[in-house]
């Protein structure tokens, strides 16, 4: 899940030679041989299987002989959506995606910005906060499903002390709770990553700016909002886009805290759930394929947004 | 919400606002100000690291011990930790893990150092398409490609075998570690490179005695991403294997269950995550500065 949100969008490096050159022709050569292995192995595991997926959308394929299958058109397509089931899903995975995205944001700003400032043990809090990032997905799932727990969960010894709650609650059994349980674990453990994106951001502003601010003795909100904020925007933006598409595919966290349950089933759950558990690798392949095309929507949005941005 | 409750968060809201306001003297403003942020990182420190501390608590209690809320655990109990060794395959789930990692950060490494050598320091037409399609790979939903994933692995007789996991994972630790190292290669000076071609080397001789030798450091960086990514993975090693000696970790612990559906073995389930996590948060630790200088490579340049 992490392994998508480091990219970035660099200007290509510095051509070392002119083109048109032998020299240059040679090194174009070499470079596409260099290339060539990853680019079979890419193709292999990502192209054909995701080819292979839009097909068996269109089909009435079954897991237990994926040989042998019929074309159906876009019959699987109709029977999606109208799907009540599907529609929860994709609501459920937006709620999800909107909910968890925005606190992940407001409260990564302010562990970054607590994390810039100058004081003594930060180097063990910046270790701290990498902690949750660190821990499996499906870790944190029970461990807080543990914490969660109706009957001996901490959670619950907690708020029933401090006087949020008057009786125990089962926070992922509830229906009214279980998806408020799966947002607090994702935010609990994607916030550092974007905590730790911003402060990278927020360390490329030269101080001077600062300085010139506190001379003038400009109230810290203030500076916040007219000057950092700004200049952190574009380290904001690739932050907040990472995450959404990742939020978008959830599976892990709300599979191991909920399992298939309908009340917090995501695009993902609904489409493994078609494929893999009722076997009927068609349906299954439609929902995933309709899910791919609402990220890929959201991706081409994203880098036109951003060329757009770069001609400016 | 109780007496304590309420007069705990208005005297937060009453302290924030007067800090702010510049109602009060400096010097007491700055001093309330100093305390909250105080007050904030001890929170912040407690809020990102108490849930682990509380499963290795757990981890450490069986029986009824288990149930308290204490925070210290008195006398701590190894139970847990011999029984997922005795009862459940958990060396051989974690012996699964480390050689799916492994493996899967090998060939993603070895195919992405050439190819970001091309792709960081050749011009050539239709690298910036290309580059944008890599990452665009990188976004892939896992679950788009499952079912052509499935009929792979089963063309290539790896159902329930773990190498259906190594190459299912190349799938997000490829596209990500040739953009990362894309990033790192592009660092580098071009005068290295020139004196080299004046010298009449070959690309090849070029990457494998220039480039490697530097990259060193960035393929440490994203190698150790890549190991922590395939270690993690839970939708594709709970799809292609079946039996419990073929787990991986994460499946393993995920699949962990009790006599029904009520009587969870929390201790088990709190002494194998402890497992698994306590390398990983060690590694972290260690690696701290690069994880942080690989994880925004690119990212922020934007």
Redesign the interface.
């Known amino acids: 899940m992490a392994a998508a949100t480091e990219a970035g969008t660099n200007e290509p490096g510095p051509p070392p030679l002119r083109r048109g050159s032998a020299l240059a022709r040679q090194r174009v050569r070499a470079a596409w041989l260099f290339l060539a292995p990853m680019l079979l192995v890419l193709a292999l595991v990502a192209g054909w299987p995701l080819l292979r997926t839009f097909w068996f959308a269109l089909t009435d394929a079954s897991l237990t002989d994926l040989r042998n299958y019929a074309f159906v058109g876009l019959l699987n397509f109709r029977y999606l959506l109208t799907d009540p089931d599907w529609w929860l899903a994709v609501r459920n995975t937006l709620v999800f995606t909107l909910v968890s995205v925005s606190l992940e944001t407001v409260l990564g700003m302010l562990i970054a910005l607590a994390l810039h400032a100058r004081f003594r043990g930060r180097g063990l809090l910046r270790a701290a906060v990498l902690v949750p990032w660190a821990i499996p997905t499906v870790v944190s799932a029970k461990m807080w499903a543990w914490m969660f727990n109706d009957v001996f969960g901490i959670v619950n010894e907690l708020f029933l002390a401090v006087g949020f709650i008057d009786a125990p609650v089962a926070w992922t059994a509830s229906p009214d709770t279980a998806m408020a349980a799966i947002i607090a674990v994702d935010v609990w453990k994607t916030t550092p990553f974007v905590a730790l994106l911003l402060l990278a951001g927020l360390q490329m502003i030269p101080e001077e700016i600062y300085e010139a601010a506190r001379i003038d003795g400009v109230n810290p909100v203030k500076v916040f909002f007219r000057v950092t904020l700004p200049l952190i925007r574009p380290a904001l933006v690739v932050a907040v886009v990472f995450r959404t598409l990742d939020a978008m595919r959830i599976f892990d966290l709300v599979y191991v805290m909920t399992g298939n349950n309908r009340t917090t089933m995501s695009m993902s759950i609904y489409a493994r759930q078609q494929l893999v558990d009722f076997q009927d690798v068609g349906y299954g392949s439609a929902a995933a394929a309709l899910l791919f095309a609402i990220i890929a929507m959201m991706t081409v949005l994203y880098l036109m947004a951003m060329r757009f941005g770069r001609e400016e | ?6 007069l ?1 968060l208005a005297s937060l809201l009453l302290a924030g606002l007067l800090a ?1 306001s510049g109602r009060l003297p400096w010097r007491w403003r700055r001093r309330l100000g100093r305390l909250g ?1 105080w007050l ?2 001890l929170l ?2 407690l ?3 108490f ?2 501390y ?2 290795v608590v ?1 981890s450490l209690r069986t029986g009824s011990a ?2 308290s ?1 204490e925070l210290w655990p008195r006398d701590p109990a190894w139970d847990n930790y011999l029984s997922i060794f005795r009862e459940q395959p958990f060396a051989r789930n974690t012996l699964n893990s480390v050689l799916v990692a492994v493996s899967t950060v090998a ?1 993603s490494l070895a ?2 150092v ?2 970001a ?8 037409r239709g ?2 398409p ?1 580059l ?1 399609t ?19 692995v ?1 063309a290539f007789g790896l159902y329930n075998r773990l190498g259906s996991l190594t ?2 994972y ?7 570690s ?3 190292l ?2 790192f ?2 660092e580098l000076p ?1 005068e290295l ?2 004196a080299a ?1 004046v010298d009449g080397a ?3 001789v070029l ?1 494998l005695r220039i480039f490697l030798p530097l990259m060193a450091p960035a393929m440490v960086t994203t190698g150790l ?2 190991f ?2 395939a ?2 993975e ?2 594709f090693a ?2 292609f294997t079946l039996s419990t000696e073929q787990r991986t ?3 393993a ?2 699949l962990i269950s009790g006599a029904s559906a009520y009587e969870l073995p ?1 201790g088990n ?2 002494a194998a ?1 402890v497992v ?2 306590l390398p ?2 060690l ?3 260690i690696f ?1 500065r690069r ?2 200088a ?9």
């Open positions: 919400m109780g007496p304590w409750g309420w705990a702010v942020f904030l990182l912040l420190f809020y990102t690291v849930p682990f509380w499963a757990s288990l149930f809320t060939v195919l992405s050439a190819a050598y091309a792709l960081g320091r050749v011009s050539f690298r910036m290309l944008f890599i990452l665009a790979v990188s976004m892939f939903p896992q679950i788009a490609v499952l079912s052509g994933m499935f009929e792979l089963r190459l299912s190349l799938v997000f630790t490829l596209p990500f040739v953009w990362v894309t990033s290669m592009r071009k490179e020139e071609i070959r690309p090849l990457v991403l890549a922590i990514a270690w993690n839970f939708l709970l799809t970790v994460p499946v612990i995920a929390w389930i709190m995550s698994v996590t990983l948060i590694l972290v630790l701290q994880i942080v690989g994880l925004t490579a690119g990212a922020v340049k934007g």
